[in-house]
């Protein structure tokens, strides 16, 4: 990890007494996601974290890292998409449309969060003030997902039911029993889009010699 002047240690004396014109900003980190407002004018943390959390309330958020590689550095990914934030952020957001024709798991399984072989919804609904997604039984979701074999996220008894989740206006997470995935989406100009990624397990799944292929 290195910080604004690019050393290892935060330090002021490469200004050599030089007035910046860096400008403070508010930012909060949650659980290792850097939150930063830039107009000043964004909604207290508290508040906008809240639905989120409430949804995952069964979650032991507290008691979860990102992956790390082999020297303890957290292991995120980042990819461009020629494609406008907006639009791609729209189609990216919770929505049956997509499943069939962008992932290819769906293909091969027979189950799919949303409905059953004849049609019928089988997943709930999750809409609250700016979270939107839905949730769907593990029970039902066993051929597609298939417990595995690091531990759990939930903070008491086996997790049942897991969820596809967007926080507006750019943040998606996919939660399952042992991790949680989460996307964010920025605009890099009016037709490109920077998608960041990053994966969280329990601090001992890492440790897992079945985590690793």
């Not at 403070?24 to 508290?46: M, P, Q, T, Y």
């Not at 979650?59 to 292991?75: K, T």
């Not at 998606?172 to 920025?186: D, P």
Request: aromatic letters at 12%; charged letters at 25%.
């Amino acid at each position: 990890m290195h910080y604004w002047d690019g050393t290892a240690e935060p330090s002021l004396s490469v200004l050599n007494g030089r007035n910046g014109n860096l400008i403070e900003v508010r930012s909060v980190i949650w659980h290792g996601i850097v939150f930063v407002d830039l107009s000043g004018e964004a909604r207290d943390h508290n508040d906008y974290i809240a639905p989120l959390e409430r949804c995952l309330e069964q979650y032991d958020l507290d008691d979860m890292q990102p992956d790390h590689d082999a020297r303890g550095r957290p292991v995120t990914a980042g990819f461009d998409v020629p494609c406008n934030w907006k639009t791609f952020t729209e189609n990216d957001c919770t929505n049956g449309l997509r499943q069939l024709t962008v992932h290819d798991i769906y293909r091969f399984s027979p189950d799919i969060p949303r409905v059953d072989g004849s049609g019928t919804k089988r997943s709930f609904d999750i809409m609250d003030k700016h979270l939107l997604g839905y949730g769907y039984r593990f029970e039902d979701m066993a051929r597609t997902y298939p417990e595995g074999p690091l531990p759990h996220l939930w903070r008491d008894g086996a997790p049942d039911c897991g969820f596809f989740l967007n926080l507006f206006p750019n943040f998606s997470i996919s939660v399952m029993a042992h991790s949680i995935g989460a996307w964010c989406m920025m605009p890099d100009g009016a037709d490109m889009t920077r998608m960041v990624t990053a994966d969280f397990f329990r601090p001992e799944a890492t440790t897992n010699e079945r985590f690793r292929p």
